[in-house]
C-alpha cells in the first residue's frame, strides 16, 4: 500500500465555520506534512510532524491547526478561515524526515471559504 | 534560504525529447527531487539526485551538477499524458525536513 489519502476531496466553509482535514497513510512512514498549495504555484510547506511530534511551522496563521494523533493519521483543524486561504492542501508523508526519501502526496483537498 | 529557478513552460510533440532546466541556490545542498503534477492532482515522485551525475529510469532522466546549482529533467519519447506540471524541489542540508519547490513548468506534448 503506497498510497496517502485525504478527506472530504472538496470542502466549501464559510468564515465563521470550524472543519477539519483528515490524512491517513500505512505505510509505517514516521514524517508527515502539511502544503498549501495556490493555483499554478508550487506546494508550500504548513507543517511537519516527525515521529508524531510537530516539528516544523512555517509561521502559519493559529486559524490553522495541526494536530498528529497517531502515527497514521494527521489532522488539520480550521477555524474563522479567510477567503485568501482558499487552496489545495495537500498531505505527504515519508519514511523518515530528511535523507533520500521521497515524499508521497495525497490527492489533496480543494477547500473554498465563502 | 532557497532560489529555485525553471522555465515557465514548454510545448513539444509527440515522440521528441524535452530538458527541463532547474537552477537553484541554496546555502546548503542535500538532494534535488523532481515530481511530475497533472492538473487537479497530486504531485507524483520522479527522481532524486544528491551526487552529481545522470540517474536514468525508463524514459526519465535526471541529471545534477551541484558545482553549479543545476538539474535538468529529461524526458524522451513524449506521449501525450506527459502534459503535466514538473517541479524541481531541493532539500537544504540545515534542515531535512524541508523541501522548497520550484514554481515548475509546464509541459505540453502537442500530437
Known amino acids: 500500500d503506497t498510497e496517502v489519502t485525504q478527506t472530504p476531496k472538496h470542502l466549501v466553509m464559510g468564515m465563521t465555520n470550524k472543519k477539519s482535514l483528515k490524512c491517513e497513510q500505512h505505510m509505517g512512514h514516521r514524517a508527515m506534512y502539511w502544503y498549501k498549495q495556490k493555483a499554478k504555484k508550487p506546494p508550500e510547506l504548513m507543517f511537519v510532524y516527525s515521529y508524531e511530534k510537530l516539528s516544523i511551522n512555517e509561521s502559519v496563521p493559529s486559524r490553522f491547526s495541526p494536530e498528529c494523533p497517531n502515527s497514521s493519521l494527521l489532522n488539520l483543524h480550521l477555524h474563522a478561515l479567510q477567503p485568501e486561504d482558499s487552496a489545495l492542501y495537500l498531505c505527504?508523508?515519508?519514511?523518515?524526515?530528511?535523507?533520500?526519501?521521497?515524499?508521497?502526496f495525497g490527492p489533496g483537498t480543494r477547500l473554498t471559504v465563502t | 534560504g532557497q532560489n529555485i529557478d525553471q522555465p515557465t513552460e514548454m510545448t513539444a510533440t509527440e515522440g521528441a525529447i524535452v530538458q527541463i532546466n532547474c537552477t537553484y541556490q541554496?546555502?546548503?545542498?542535500?538532494?534535488l527531487f523532481w515530481y511530475q503534477q497533472h492538473a487537479g492532482e497530486a504531485p507524483t515522485f520522479l527522481s532524486y539526485?544528491?551526487?552529481?551525475g545522470l540517474e536514468e529510469k525508463g524514459r526519465f532522466s535526471s541529471f545534477l551538477s551541484r558545482s553549479k546549482g543545476y538539474s535538468y529533467l529529461l524526458l524522451k519519447e513524449l506521449q501525450m499524458k506527459d502534459s503535466a506540471s514538473y517541479l524541481c524541489?531541493?532539500?537544504?542540508?540545515?534542515?531535512?525536513?524541508?523541501?522548497?519547490f520550484g514554481a515548475g513548468t509546464t509541459v505540453t506534448v502537442r500530437a
Open positions: 505527504a508523508s515519508s519514511q523518515d524526515p530528511g535523507s533520500s526519501y521521497e515524499q508521497y
Open positions: 524541489a531541493v532539500r537544504d542540508s540545515s534542515n531535512d525536513y524541508k523541501l522548497s
Open positions: 541554496t546555502s546548503g545542498f542535500n538532494g
Open positions: 539526485n544528491v551526487l552529481d
